[in-house]
């Protein structure tokens, strides 16, 4: 077994105990609610998007240092990017941590993508996977969402 | 287990030594260092449970209540002598009244579905309590969508016990069934069944026992307790998962409609009609987990030959050390069980996700549950979104309660504000 600390790193437990763009946004352009069933955990993602580009991103809700900390890391590099460099993010993320091979991504996008290096630890330990991306489906739930809020539940 | 063997480990009454107990539980031999606090989810298995299953394969396997040949005969008796074990375990009368289902879960829906419909009306009412877990609220849910029955709940007092008074308040002239558990799951609250069937039959409800997690650890006595149905499962009590068993009293289950068709439950099958056989046969169609419910016995005969006083006694003296050491960790937070706390020590550490504790006591080998635990309507009582929970069993003692505090402390550290 790994070193517990290589998955509370300490940018995770500082995050987790501190959380950033821990709000919400009075009048967001997208929300969504994520929920993850086998914990009882919820967070909800608020959008304001600015034609294609996200203006601002915040969340409320409950949850463990990694699901907190993951979500409050999203918030901070998605200020500013387009819906689509959110999308490929993403996907970057998700595969990072799932396991499977990362797509590549452009050069200043990459970059940005390391700042989530801290929370890929989940991979070894396949309960804690949804904490690190309950936020993102969230996310993801929201920009496809009309706005007026949707729900996403984590996959077992 | 041999006698010889259980001389070693529990030599007389009220001596009770887990530890060399655990050499009876392979699990530990092969995880060495596994501090298992999480036998209310499910206990593990004693070697006698484990080789008695083996071997009714390997010996006296074939399908019951058919052939005429004498293994068939032979593995028919093995089967209905599981049933025996039950009655005696819960000193039923009969035990015809000893119907085998898949789990406590199951054992539930069957009343639900069963007896439900046939006996109740819309108006009517269903008691349950906060306490419950979801298993004995769900069912309840999906009857009341289906025939506008009513769901009641009684509420719990300040201490996380029962509320009495609040509970004689719900039982009405409409109350036809109180549904209750017998031992919270996720507090660990002893309920006091036997006056809640006085009281409940008093108006003329029937009463159903959720048994899950009491049945491993208290006596249960049907008949002295006068309840109408006891649910359990066989996984808690040291028995194979798959298994779980309905007590319902014998006039009541010949009453009941069958619940599933199929093999088995009948007596006589054409086009236009079958009859059905009588309980418990009713109730159990098609092929059975024959070799759970054979295992049950033998996880039956494991906690008899032990003891069942000694069962209480031991985990009464570790809930109570649980409880006075946990008590000691700054900013832990029992969850109040009332009353009578017994083998469940469920907590809130502020500040501390329960996800993180338990990856913390992981790491040192220490095995709890995390999370709502299946009683969220509870939770939101505590206005908590989940606890960790230490559930004990007969192979814990002192030592893993020690380690569990340990454990906790690390955790405090590494997450504390």
Same mark, same amino acid.
């Given at each position: 077994?790994?070193?517990?600390?290589?998955?509370?790193?300490?940018?995770?437990?500082?995050?987790?105990?501190?959380?950033?763009?821990?709000?919400?946004?009075?009048?967001?352009?997208?929300l969504a609610h994520g929920h993850n069933p086998l914990c009882g955990d919820r967070v909800t993602v608020y959008l304001s998007l600015d034609g294609d580009r996200i203006a601002d991103v915040a969340f409320q809700g409950r949850g463990c240092a990694i699901s907190t900390a993951a979500a409050s890391l999203m918030t901070e590099i998605l200020q500013g990017k387009t819906v689509e460099e959110a999308r490929a993010l993403f996907a970057q993320f998700r595969a990072r941590v799932t396991g499977a091979e990362p797509a590549a991504l452009p050069e200043p996008l990459a970059e940005e993508a390391e700042r989530l290096e801290p929370l890929t630890g989940v991979k070894a330990y396949p309960a804690r996977v949804k904490c690190a991306t309950l936020s993102w489906h969230a996310l993801e739930a929201a920009l496809k969402s009309d706005g007026a809020g949707a729900t996403v539940k984590t996959e077992w | 287990m041999t006698t010889a063997t259980l001389r070693s480990v529990h030599p007389g009454p009220g001596r009770f030594d887990p530890r060399a107990l655990r050499r009876e539980f392979p699990i530990f031999a092969n995880n060495p260092g596994l501090v298992f606090l999480d036998s209310g989810a499910s206990?593990?298995?004693?070697?006698?449970?484990?080789?008695?299953?083996?071997?009714?394969?390997?010996?006296?396997?074939?399908?019951?209540?058919? $052939?005429?040949?004498?293994?068939?005969?032979?593995?028919?008796?093995?089967?209905?002598?599981?049933?025996?074990?039950?009655?005696?375990?819960?000193?039923?009368? %009969?035990?015809?009244?000893?119907?085998?289902?898949?789990?406590?879960?199951?054992?539930?829906?069957?009343?639900?579905?069963?007896?439900?419909?046939?006996?109740?009306?819309?108006?009517?009412?269903?008691?349950?309590?906060?306490?419950? !877990? !979801?298993?004995?609220?769900?069912?309840?849910?999906?009857?009341?969508?289906?025939?506008?029955?009513?769901?009641? &709940?009684?509420?719990?007092?300040?201490?996380?016990?029962?509320?009495?008074?609040?509970?004689?308040?719900?039982?009405?002239?409409?109350? #036809?069934? &109180?549904?209750?558990?017998?031992?919270?799951?996720?507090?660990?609250?002893?309920?006091? &069944?036997?006056?809640?069937?006085?009281?409940?039959?008093?108006?003329g409800a029937k009463v159903l026992i959720d048994g899950s997690q009491a049945a491993p650890r208290l006596p249960v006595?049907?008949?002295?307790? $006068?309840?109408?149905?006891?649910?359990?499962?066989? !996984?808690?009590?040291?028995?194979?998962? $798959?298994?779980?068993?309905?007590?319902?009293?014998?006039?009541?289950?010949?009453?009941?409609?069958?619940?599933?068709?199929?093999?088995?439950?009948?007596? !006589?099958?054409?086009?236009?009609?079958?009859?059905?056989?009588?309980?418990?046969? #009713?109730?159990?169609?098609?092929?059975? %987990?024959?070799?759970?419910?054979?295992?049950?016995g033998a996880a039956i005969d494991f906690i008899e030959e032990l003891g069942r006083d000694n069962f209480l006694e031991h985990e009464e003296a570790l809930t109570g050390y649980g409880v006075d050491r946990l008590s000691r960790i700054g900013g832990l937070k029992l969850l109040g069980a009332g009353q009578r706390r017994l083998g469940i020590l469920s907590f809130d550490m502020d500040g501390v996700h329960p996800h993180d504790i338990a990856q913390v006591l992981d790491q040192r080998h220490v095995a709890v549950r995390a999370g709502h635990h299946c009683a969220q309507p509870l939770m939101e009582w505590f206005g908590l979104s989940g606890t960790t929970r230490a559930s004990l069993g007969v192979y814990n003692d002192e030592r893993d309660i020690d380690e569990l505090a340990a454990a906790i402390e690390a955790a405090r550290e590494m997450f504390g504000r």
């Open positions: 077994m790994m070193d517990l600390r290589e998955l509370y790193q300490d940018i995770i437990l500082d995050h987790g105990r501190h959380p950033r763009n821990f709000r919400k946004i009075e009048h967001p352009t997208h | 206990a593990q298995k004693p070697r006698a449970v484990i080789d008695r299953i083996a071997d009714y394969y390997r010996t006296d396997y074939a399908n019951v209540h058919r $052939g005429v040949y004498r293994l068939s005969a032979r593995s028919t008796q093995l089967f209905e002598e599981a049933r025996e074990k039950v009655q005696h375990f819960l000193n039923a009368a %009969d035990p015809r009244e000893i119907v085998f289902v898949r789990s406590t879960t199951e054992a539930i829906n069957l009343v639900a579905q069963s007896w439900g419909p046939a006996f109740l009306k819309p108006g009517d009412e269903v008691l349950v309590s906060v306490l419950e !877990h !979801h298993s004995n609220i769900v069912p309840w849910q999906l009857l009341r969508d289906r025939i506008g029955i009513r769901l009641v &709940v009684a509420p719990i007092d300040a201490t996380g016990g029962l509320d009495l008074a609040g509970f004689e308040a719900r039982l009405s002239p409409r109350t #036809r069934l &109180v549904a209750m558990t017998h031992l919270a799951n996720a507090t660990g609250a002893v309920v006091p &069944v036997a006056t809640i069937v006085q009281m409940a039959h008093k108006r006595d049907v008949q002295a307790l $006068g309840c109408d149905f006891y649910a359990l499962t066989g !996984h808690k009590a040291y028995g194979p998962t $798959g298994i779980g068993v309905l007590y319902g009293r014998y006039d009541l289950l010949s009453a009941m409609p069958p619940w599933q068709g199929g093999g088995e439950m009948i007596l !006589h099958v054409t086009f236009d009609k079958s009859e059905y056989q009588d309980p418990p046969h #009713r109730f159990e169609a098609g092929t059975p %987990d024959i070799s759970g419910a054979i295992g049950l």
